[in-house]
């Protein structure tokens, strides 16, 4: 079993949608991040948290550290949101990031 | 500011061939990553540097791959020799510290033919 699991794998919705893409992890950690891969491959880095919720123009990042759970929500989606999301934690354990293997968002116009 | 520097952007290379990529890091950031990230995947760590010293490279194939940071500045990965499975985008990522919000590289795409 993989240390951080996504859902959904690929998700399809329409532009204007609410989207939300979930991330449980199974380790100890110092901070999760979510990022953003278009399809050059540059990843973005959109939020870094540790606790409670952080927001940034349309998008929303919520953790909760005693279920081990996080949400990146997307309110009124745009074409241009379509990319790979990828949750990533930094563990107590480990000097390194261990990845999600993505969500492949695709909001259509 | 600017971001973290890769080259090339695309190589492609018969199997047994090497190869070279380099990464310039953020000014001032002494944390310094190389990632491999296969498609369908999340990246995974093959080295970490903190200034020119070697943090972590347990994940690193040390047969066939190897990374320098000799001045704690650039970096560059090296695969001698290519296998196909090597096929994968590379990517150098940087941060002030450990710990610290990691900014990531464009990436170089190298296919193994």
């Known amino acids: 079993k993989n240390e951080v699991e996504q859902s959904p794998q690929n998700l399809t919705a329409q532009e204007g949608e609410f989207i939300t893409i979930n991330c449980s992890y199974s380790?100890?950690?110092?901070?999760l991040h979510w990022l953003q891969q278009h399809p050059g491959g540059g990843i973005v880095s959109l939020f870094m948290?540790?606790?409670g919720k952080k927001k940034h123009g349309r998008l929303i990042a919520t953790i909760n550290i005693q279920e081990k759970h996080s949400s990146l929500h997307i309110t009124a989606s745009h074409p241009r949101d379509s990319a790979v999301y990828i949750c990533?934690?930094?563990?107590?354990?480990?000097?390194?990031?261990?990845f999600g293997a993505g969500t492949r968002l695709t909001v259509k116009p | 500011e600017a971001g973290v520097a890769q080259s090339p952007r695309y190589k492609i290379i018969e199997k047994r061939q090497s190869v070279a990529f380099w990464c310039n890091p953020i000014?001032?950031?002494?944390?310094l990553y190389w990632y491999q990230q296969i498609l369908g995947q999340g990246p995974k760590l093959l080295i970490q540097?903190?200034?020119?010293?070697?943090?972590?490279d347990s994940q690193l194939p040390k047969d066939r791959f190897s990374a320098e940071r000799l001045k704690g500045v650039d970096s560059t990965l090296k695969i001698q020799p290519a296998k196909l499975e090597d096929s994968a985008v590379y990517l150098c990522?940087?941060?002030?510290?450990?710990?610290?919000?990691?900014?990531f590289g464009e990436g170089s795409w190298l296919t193994v033919v």
């Open positions: 990522a940087s941060s002030l510290l450990w710990g610290n919000t990691i900014y």
């Open positions: 380790v100890g950690i110092s901070a």
């Open positions: 948290l540790s606790s």
């Open positions: 990533a934690v930094s563990s107590y354990n480990n000097n390194d990031m261990r």
């Open positions: 000014s001032g950031h002494a944390t």
């Open positions: 540097f903190q200034n020119n010293g070697v943090v972590d």
